[in-house]
């Protein structure tokens, strides 16, 4: 393993000691000879691994693709020393420690690691899509990606059961899915998609595997130099005698027709003769293929069975999808190419150009033939006309005609009823165009009648489908009410039968219980009694030695205290002398400095003394002023005692400098958003304080104003496109209908000079009004969201009467109706608080009175009309 890792070694920049070039990309100039040259030159310094452009990673939004080449995989692998040949895991380990050093190592692993990242921290599901033509490894590609994300995810009991499940699926579709091929010897001829489902953290859970085109013509005939499906050879190689036996199955190849390697005609064989006996071969071989594909349709089943989710939580998903190989013809024609190229030349084109270019190009061939051409063997060929080219194709000759003339051949119309001029046909007779114009009605009439009859089948068909599936599901039902029926008398005689037992049981097991519990009582009393007994003498024996052992408790606490008390005297005495001693000693120093200050005295030395004795507790005052300063918060009520008197005033004057300050240093910090939101907020206090209920609870809540993202939703784009001016509030409101009392949902607008209603499902206005005929805006002094809108008596807008609505953000649009009302007409918006208010309905004034009631439906207040003149709004 050494020896592997030492040959292994990355180095730590990808330019030091680089040999050839790493990245086939980047290879100047890139053909054939630069290429093996390349090759080789990094095989003789032991650097076999490069980037291809031919295997082409492709990324779009989670879809990555793998385009495979045979390039890739046409490296003899004989010819690598066996230390490059580490396995798969070691691979993996190398590429995960360090990615951008070791991407040279295998390109699969870095997109593999690149989708296993996306999905596991982005959390987005990916797809890996594989192409290639047949043997370009795109079977081996898979199996790398599947073998990388189970190296690199999580471990565990279950999260390792899970990747072997995974992992393990692998051969088993290879054997029933995969055969040998003229270009690969273990081709699939299946297409596979998988799906590897992830939970939150990148561990697999599961899988779900789908497979198509299976090539179940593979099953009864193969091309010459291939194979069956590899399980058919497996079990005749592998598989013991036993389990052949049981299969009746012998192990020699040549006994089975289907496993046989060449398809050749077979000498003394009539195949006319044996024309009908070949209809049941057909017949056979039908049965086999569909045999076969039930076969493996079954097993794919059951490995998703196995490998399914069990948690039902929230998946990532990442697919892998392994694409059919397709096959690549080594020629490739270019009469359709050349065709296309004619076609989009400028330039008069017509069918003798084209012929001739094909005359120049493919003159040449062997397969294509022209009495144009160079060639001389088909100019006198009469079976070749001159406008027609003619191709050697594998089922024989095939003419080619360059122009209109094949149409009017099909359509059976003589050479002398037409003539061709530059750009037009021309016709002689005008019965031929009336019998083209007939042969066109009959043709649109033959397919028309087509049609109808395929569609009458299909609508015949579904619904007899149809009946057959209702048939199907009316008779389980039946069959299963009858079962259920039956079940349920089966049911409840047993419970009968069965709670009879159970009651005997219990009784029998009652009497049993109550036998054993007298016996357990009484012994439980004698036993009683003698721990009773036992534990009074006991009690008695610790009493006698506890009255013991207190007595001496209480002699040794006596002699304690006297010898605590006699320490206590003397310690007492000693302490007056020392006192004494200490009291003499400062008289004796008052005294002298008393002597020495005489000496010193002036007429004004008290003021002096007063005045700095002053300074030095205003000193003082400050520096724990400085120490003791509150937090900047402007709701900080706390602030610190005052310690003198005299200090009073200056202490309540520094506390208002203060919190002006602060509340100046907070004020400064806004932007003007937060300053027009706090603006606002300190209008709606002055408005609604203290006189409307609803108040206190929307102090905590931020105006928004725009609740519905007109703009974003493309439902209101209608209403956008009608508003030209900015929306100052986009809210939804009930308006109370006069009639009934009940509500209708509107989106109220406010902009900087109207006020409008729209209807929320279609966006259209309702009404308009400008701020200008806005007199009055009407409210209770109750928890309610109810307000009237009072229109100018005389204005456009008052024809219907004012507006009676109801919103759960009544405070908000009060102010700022207020506030854009002031702003832009320069008169304050009359707002009135009152229980009781009139409103103008057309030519009549109704009253809205609000009254304190309980609510069926909770806590939502409700408008009632109880006459012509009165509506009763309910408030809990």
Not at 656 to 669: M, S, T, V
Request: glycine share 4%; net charge positive.
């Amino acid at each position: 393993m050494e020896v592997k890792m030492a040959k292994m070694e990355v180095k730590t920049s990808l330019l030091d000691n680089m040999i050839g070039v790493g990245d086939m990309v980047l290879l100047e100039p890139l053909n054939e000879d630069s290429f093996i040259n390349n090759l080789k030159k990094r095989f003789d310094h032991n650097e076999v691994y490069v980037l291809f452009e031919f295997e082409t990673v492709q990324k779009t939004e989670n879809i990555l693709r793998i385009d495979a080449s045979p390039l890739v995989h046409s490296v003899n692998v004989e010819l690598i020393p066996e230390c490059w040949l580490i396995d798969c895991e070691e691979n993996v380990v190398l590429f995960h420690e360090n990615l951008k050093i070791k991407r040279e190592l295998i390109i699969s692993f870095a997109l593999s690691d690149e989708a296993y990242r996306s999905l596991r921290d982005q959390d987005k599901d990916q797809c890996i899509l594989i192409t290639g033509e047949s043997g370009a490894g795109k079977t081996e590609a898979s199996k790398l990606v599947m073998s990388y994300v189970a190296a690199v995810c999580g471990k565990g009991a279950e999260v390792n059961q899970v990747k072997e499940q995974l992992l393990q699926s692998n051969p088993v579709l290879e054997a029933f899915g995969n055969a040998k091929t003229v270009r690969n010897d273990n081709s699939s001829r299946f297409g596979k998609y998988m799906d590897i489902e992830f939970d939150f953290k990148g561990d697999p859970l599961g899988g779900v595997i789908s497979n198509y085109l299976l090539e179940k013509s593979r099953v009864v005939k193969q091309p010459r130099g291939e194979r069956n499906f590899h399980i058919f050879y497996q079990i005749l190689s592998g598989a013991s005698e036993d389990f052949l036996c049981k299969l009746k199955l012998e192990r020699d190849f040549s006994r089975y027709n289907y496993l046989g390697l060449d398809s050749a005609k077979v000498n003394g064989v009539d195949d006319a003769a044996n024309f009908r006996t070949v209809r049941a071969y057909y017949a056979r071989d039908a049965l086999a293929k569909n045999l076969y594909s039930r076969l493996f349709s079954w097993l794919v089943t059951r490995i998703n069975e196995s490998i399914k989710a069990q948690t039902k939580v929230r998946k990532k998903v990442m697919g892998v999808l392994d694409i059919y190989g397709f096959e690549i013809f080594e020629n490739q024609t270019g009469i359709l190419a050349m065709l296309d190229e004619e076609c989009l030349r400028p330039g008069t084109v017509t069918d003798d150009t084209f012929l001739e270019k094909l005359n120049q190009v493919c003159a040449t061939h062997q397969h294509f033939e022209s009495r144009m051409s160079k060639c001389s063997r088909f100019l006198n060929d009469t079976s070749l006309p001159h406008s027609c080219f003619r191709i050697q194709h594998y089922a024989g000759k095939v003419p080619g005609e360059a122009g209109i003339k094949v149409l009017f051949n099909e359509l059976k119309i003589p050479e002398e009823e037409f003539s061709f001029g530059r750009s037009k046909i021309f016709i002689r007779n005008p019965r031929t165009l009336f019998k083209l114009e007939d042969l066109r009605k009959q043709r649109l009439e033959d397919l028309a009648t087509l049609i109808e009859k395929i569609y009458r089948g299909w609508k015949c068909r579904t619904r007899f489908l149809l009946m057959k599936k209702s048939q199907i599901v009316i008779a389980s039902w039946y069959r299963r009410y009858a079962q259920q029926k039956k079940y349920q008398k089966i049911k409840s005689s047993a419970i009968i039968v069965q709670s009879y037992i159970r009651g005997w049981k219990a009784r029998k097991l009652l009497r049993e219980l109550k036998h054993q519990k007298r016996c357990n009582e009484a012994v439980t009393i004698i036993a009683a009694y003698w721990h009773g007994t036992q534990a009074r003498r006991e009690l008695r024996r610790l009493k006698e030695e506890a009255r013991n052992k207190h007595a001496i408790a209480v002699i040794w606490a006596y002699w304690l205290g006297y010898k605590a008390r006699r320490e206590l005297k003397r310690l007492k005495e000693e302490a007056r002398r020392k006192h004494a001693v200490a009291v003499i000693w400062a008289y004796w120093l008052g005294l002298k400095v008393r002597r020495e200050y005489r000496k010193f005295f002036r007429a004004n030395a008290g003021r002096k003394i007063y005045e700095f004795t002053l300074q030095r507790l205003m000193q003082k005052y400050f520096l724990e002023m400085k120490n003791k300063m509150p937090s900047l918060s402007p709701i900080d009520k706390n602030w610190p005692a005052r310690p003198y008197l005299f200090l009073d005033s200056t202490h309540k004057e520094l506390k208002r400098i203060f919190h002006l300050w602060r509340c100046k240093k907070y004020r400064d910090q806004f932007t003007d958003q937060q300053k027009l939101i706090y603006e606002e907020k300190l209008e709606a206090s002055e408005l609604f304080k203290d006189k409307k209920a609803l108040y206190p609870a929307s102090v905590g809540q931020p105006f928004q104003g725009a609740y519905l993202e007109i703009s974003k939703n493309p439902k209101y784009k209608k209403l956008k496109d009608a508003v030209d001016e900015k929306i100052i509030i986009a809210e939804v409101v009930n308006k109370i209908n006069r009639a009934n009392g009940k509500a209708t949902s509107r989106i109220f607008l406010l902009t900087k000079n109207n006020v409008l209603l729209a209807d929320q499902k279609s966006g259209n206005i309702k009404s308009e009004v400008p701020l200008g005929d806005v007199t009055k805006v009407s409210m209770s002094s109750q928890n309610d969201g109810f307000f009237a809108v009072h229109l100018k008596e005389g204005s456009g807008a008052a024809g219907k009467g004012d507006f009676l609505l109801s919103s759960d953000h009544l405070i908000e649009m009060a102010t700022k109706l207020y506030r854009t009302t002031l702003s832009q007409t320069k008169q304050k918006l009359n707002i009135e608080i009152s229980d009781e208010f009139l409103v103008q309905f057309r030519q009549d004034k109704v009253c809205v009175k609000f009254i304190q009631g309980s609510q069926k439906n909770g806590n939502i207040p409700t408008c009632k009309r109880k006459n012509n003149r009165l509506l009763e709004v309910a408030v809990p």
